[in-house]
């Protein structure tokens, strides 16, 4: 039967195999595009490689986030300031990944789908993390109230 548990263990897993697959794109970025880079001018493949760097950046601290927040949650940490806070950085990232990818738009146009993709999603997170940080509020009155 399918519960929260297993649902905690398969988000867990989920982040962890987006970090080997980010640290993988991160180390083999340079061949790996080898045959588009083939089609495009020289100037592009040093634009595209800087994109992809930049952008694992923000990546790699959203999936570090987003770990340490599934973590907490699986510990019973659910309505604290922390997984506000970390919310809060998780959004941040969508954001920088935001920026990033629509400066790039300036030399590739498919970039800017991702941009607003990133965007969107760092608007949601901050959204949950407004509902998140209400609910502690809630919460930390419900604990002074005798």
């Known amino acids: 039967m399918w519960d929260d548990r297993k649902s905690l263990v398969l988000s867990k897993c989920s982040v962890v195999f987006f970090m080997v697959l980010l640290a993988g794109c991160a180390v083999y970025a340079p061949s790996g595009f080898r045959v588009w880079f083939a089609r495009t001018q020289e100037g592009a493949k040093a634009y ?14 959203l999936l570090a986030l987003l770990y340490t ?11 604290v300031t922390k997984n506000t806070d970390c919310l809060r950085h998780i959004s941040w990232c969508c954001f920088a990944g935001a920026a990033v990818s629509l400066a790039s738009s300036l030399y590739w146009i498919p970039w800017l789908a991702v941009g607003i993709a990133a965007a969107f999603m760092g608007l949601i997170v901050r959204v949950i993390k407004n509902l998140v940080a209400k609910a502690v509020s809630l919460q930390d009155d419900a604990d002074f109230t005798i």
């Open 69 to 79: 927040l599934l973590h907490r949650i699986g510990g019973g940490q659910l309505f």
């Open 48 to 61: 595209f490689l800087a994109t992809v760097y930049l952008g694992c950046i923000p990546a790699a601290a």
